[in-house]
């Protein structure tokens, strides 16, 4: 990115001004994320947890949301896959920061809650082939995730943003009866 840029926001959205050409192509074969394995390896992060957030997004957390913070956040999981293009989720949005909280939170919280109750070692592994196949084809690994959460037996309105294939909708976080404005 280019210098000063977090003045602008906090997200980065598809064709963001703010990043420049060779960050774009480290942003798009996602090696960008490839500085956090040294996190992994001194232990601050898993390999595979709920993606963390930044820290004014967390003291946004509803009282079930902070749940989320009892494990160490991860590389990869559930939403890491289902929302591996926020960046085109918020592309032309008015207020990029409110839409992720409007759009994405509230189903990434749920994933990451969801997680949090089925963790296990088999779930980590699965969860890594199935990030490593959604490099190739995301459908593939979306049809995973759906699948392994109707085993699960979660919330239907879970599994129907988790398939992709309608827009996403403002949607109150987990704990809140409200949509975040």
């Given at each position: ?5 977090e003045n602008a ?78 960046e085109k989720i ?19 919280s749920r994933l ?70």
């Amino acid at each position: 990115m280019y210098i000063n840029s977090e003045n602008a926001g906090k997200l980065t959205y598809y064709k963001d001004i703010r990043v420049t050409n060779f960050g774009s192509f480290l942003r798009r074969y996602k090696i960008d994320e490839l500085p956090q394995l040294i996190n992994v390896l001194v232990g601050e992060i898993s390999l595979v947890g709920p993606r963390p957030n930044v820290k004014s997004e967390v003291d946004l957390y509803t009282n079930v949301e902070k749940k989320l913070l009892s494990i160490k956040p991860g590389i990869t999981d559930f939403s890491s896959l289902v929302f591996s293009d926020e960046e085109k989720i918020l592309e032309n949005k008015e207020n990029p920061d409110l839409s992720y909280n409007q759009l994405i939170r509230p189903w990434k919280s749920r994933l990451g809650l969801i997680y949090i109750k089925h963790k296990s070692i088999l779930l980590d592994f699965e969860l890594m082939i199935f990030t490593l196949v959604a490099l190739i084809s995301k459908p593939m690994a979306l049809k995973w995730v759906v699948k392994k959460l109707e085993k699960f037996n979660v919330d239907q309105k879970i599994i129907e943003v988790v398939k992709r294939d309608k827009e996403l909708f403002p949607f109150p976080p987990p704990g809140s009866d409200k949509i975040v404005v």
